[in-house]
């Protein structure tokens, strides 16, 4: 008998130290290969830790936390995203803007490298991907773009969606989309870094912070404060510039207004 409850005791122990070894991170769907790599090199300094990587639109990945969702981090394509949790009492931490990110034009067929955007008017585009506008930044600074360009209804009868940026890249690689404004970070990674792409003129929408927060989930974990301390390391934004994404300017001018 009281082996068996020594034994008990012992499960429920290695269970708990189980669950304080895991994090889990929600992530828009731009930082899917940077954030990998980064968390490959902490995991290297926490070799027991488990971090799980759910990525998604970021609209998407806030509505689930507010439903409940057991999210440690969450990142958000746009910062405002992070401060509405925040707002609403979600959050354990502030929400801070550690990289901006940039739009690119990108095609897996159609040499682009001297396209402009005014060049979607081309019947060989029959298909322009961008991602929701409703819950992914990436695709509502595309609009943004394409609104501001002067091209916005001209172009919406060609106009195909991606529910987030990557399933939008997806479908420009797959031929889905003759071509598609999507996260240059995407553009760079190991799956479409072959082919050319163009930087969107970034004067022509609102800025892509990028934004992290510790959830009230992850307030207990300790994990989080360590994921959050390693980000600011020398290794993990290397990591983030070499996906293009850029340090953040922290007292920027709002450059448009939709």
């Known amino acids: 008998m009281l082996r068996h409850a020594l034994y008990l005791m012992f499960t429920v122990f290695c269970l708990s130290l189980q669950a304080e070894d895991k994090l889990t991170i929600a992530a828009a769907s731009d930082l899917r ?6 968390v490959a090199q902490f995991k290297q300094q926490h070799t027991a830790a488990t971090v799980e990587l759910v990525f998604g ?5 806030s509505s689930q936390i507010q439903h409940g969702a057991p999210f440690d981090i969450y990142f958000s394509a746009d910062i405002r995203y992070a401060n509405t949790l925040a707002d609403a009492g979600f959050t354990a931490t502030v929400p801070a803007v550690h990289a901006l990110g940039r739009l690119v034009l990108w095609s897996n067929t159609a040499g682009i490298s001297a396209l402009t955007l005014s060049d979607l008017t081309q019947k060989r585009f029959k298909r322009i991907a961008i991602a929701q506008p409703e819950h992914a930044p990436y695709g509502l600074r595309a609009k943004q773009a394409l609104i501001k360009a002067g091209l916005w209804q001209q172009l919406q009868a060609k106009i195909v969606y991606g529910e987030n940026i990557a399933q939008t890249a997806q479908m420009v690689k797959s031929g889905a ?10 553009a760079l990674s190991p799956a479409l870094h072959d082919k050319p792409y163009t930087l969107i003129d970034e004067t022509l ?24 301390a390693y980000l600011q390391s020398t290794n993990a934004r290397n990591i983030m510039l070499r996906y293009g994404f850029t340090e953040p300017q922290r007292n920027h001018e709002e450059r448009y207004v939709p």
Request: hydrophobic share 50%.
């Open 57 to 61: 639109a970021s609209g998407k990945l």
């Open 33 to 38: 290969f940077a954030l990998t790599d980064i």
């Open 205 to 228: 929408h609102s800025p892509l912070e990028q934004g992290y927060v510790v959830t009230l989930h992850g307030a207990a974990n300790p994990l989080s404060k360590q994921f959050i």
């Open 177 to 186: 989309a003759d071509i598609g404004i999507i996260a240059l970070s995407l």
